[in-house]
């Protein structure tokens, strides 16, 4: 009787694809769960008892992990205009991201439950203040918030590094993961990126990367349209970081090489600098967010560079103010349309397996006896396996 009722309580999932989240691709396979959707088999020629198989067609894949996200940016959808690229986004952003308490926590609940129904089961999120951390708590969705600190002027990097520690503090109490994480190389000082970096237990860490050439050029040549942005909030010329380096050969030895890093966007890295930071560090991710770099830039990074370079990646969203939905489905159609040499078989790896490992989500990522990832069905691809521009996503579990 409690074996048949243990029978009976199981999932038996079967698709022509299964992707197992790490790189596995299984033809006409089965996936076994228990009752609490964790997974007791995954491959061919399993035994179903009858009538318990569920069929579907398309693919079944694990939950997706975005790595990178802006959930208290949500009340600004539709309202940045697109493409005046990152100092002109910058420019809008800080002058109309202020709202009424309300409005931010409304937005953010919607674009919770978007990310819900979109297959995401966890998510790394930049946060500037403690406005979406109820909401946090409540999700089913496992947030780790990156909590993010600014501070161009090195005598204000005691008091915002302080702001930092108390709104880890608040991260705790609500029993949300947390870290504190520089925004960019461009918006922090050495003494903060040192406070930041010397601080025990905070990993992993999170920095937005060469998002825009302006970065660049900041760091070579000590010119540009960064340096005008960076002027026209008050910073004194005379403290810009000139290296005559890019930006990332300027700032990566500062991080401790070991800690789990997210370069975000990578938009105008090199082949050059992955090679360098793949030296230089010993714990690398790097994260695209393709429909937020053409929002902002109208570019996209060199996705097939970084595969070449045999590199983690992981995928990310970024926010409302930079995206028109919260989607990994929707970013990995935008690369496969832009680098269709990119077998989704890879992306999924990418927005499973090294996401979870980022954000050190042992249970989650993969189809692996024991682990409880969430399963996704996608729908519609093509003869080979590829998604398509009607390909959509529906969360089994």
Not at 327 to 341: G, N, T
């Amino acid at each position: 009787s409690n074996l048949r009722k243990s029978l009976m309580s199981k999932r038996y999932l079967k698709a022509p694809i299964i992707f197992t989240g790490k790189g596995e691709k299984l033809k006409d396979a089965t996936l076994v769960l228990n009752s609490n959707g964790i997974v007791e088999e995954v491959g061919q020629n399993i035994t179903v008892p009858e009538g318990s198989l569920e069929c579907f067609e398309g693919a079944l894949c694990p939950g997706f992990i975005n790595t990178h996200c802006h959930l208290e940016l949500s009340h600004l959808k539709g309202k940045v205009q697109e493409k005046t690229k990152l100092n002109g986004f910058i420019q809008e952003l800080q002058s109309i991201r202020h709202a009424e308490e309300k409005e931010i926590v409304d937005a953010l609940n919607e674009a919770d439950l978007q990310m819900q129904k979109n297959g995401i089961v966890a998510v790394g999120d930049i946060c500037n203040d403690a406005v979406s951390f109820q909401r946090k708590a409540s999700s089913p969705i496992h947030y780790h918030s990156f909590i993010e600190l600014f501070a161009f002027d090195s005598e204000r990097a005691d008091t915002v590094f302080n702001e930092g520690l108390d709104l880890k503090l608040k991260a705790k109490e609500a029993e949300i993961a947390s870290s504190i994480v520089p925004h960019a190389p461009y918006s922090v000082s050495d003494l903060l990126l040192e406070k930041i970096s010397s601080l025990a237990e905070n990993k992993p860490l999170s920095i937005h990367n060469q998002e825009t050439q302006a970065e660049n050029s900041m760091f070579q040549k000590g010119e540009g349209a960064m340096i005008d942005l960076l002027s026209n909030f008050g910073l004194d010329k005379a403290t810009y970081p000139f290296s005559g380096k890019s930006s990332l050969q300027s700032y990566l030895a500062k991080i401790p090489k070991n800690t789990p890093l997210l370069l975000v966007h990578n938009t105008f890295t090199s082949a050059e600098d992955i090679e360098f930071a793949e030296k230089a560090h010993q714990n690398l991710y790097w994260c695209f967010c393709p429909l937020a770099n053409n929002y902002i830039e109208g570019r996209l990074p060199d996705i097939p560079a970084f595969v070449k370079a045999n590199v983690r990646c992981t995928i990310g969203t970024d926010s409302f103010a930079s995206n028109h939905q919260l989607s990994i489905l929707e970013e990995m159609k935008c690369i496969q349309q832009a680098f269709p040499q990119i077998e989704l078989n890879t992306l999924i790896k990418w927005a499973c397996q090294n996401g979870a490992d980022f954000l050190g989500l042992p249970q989650m990522g993969c189809f692996e006896k024991g682990k409880n990832p969430g399963v996704n069905w996608i729908k519609n691809l093509n003869e080979n396996d590829e998604l398509t521009q009607d390909s959509e996503v529906e969360r089994v579990m």
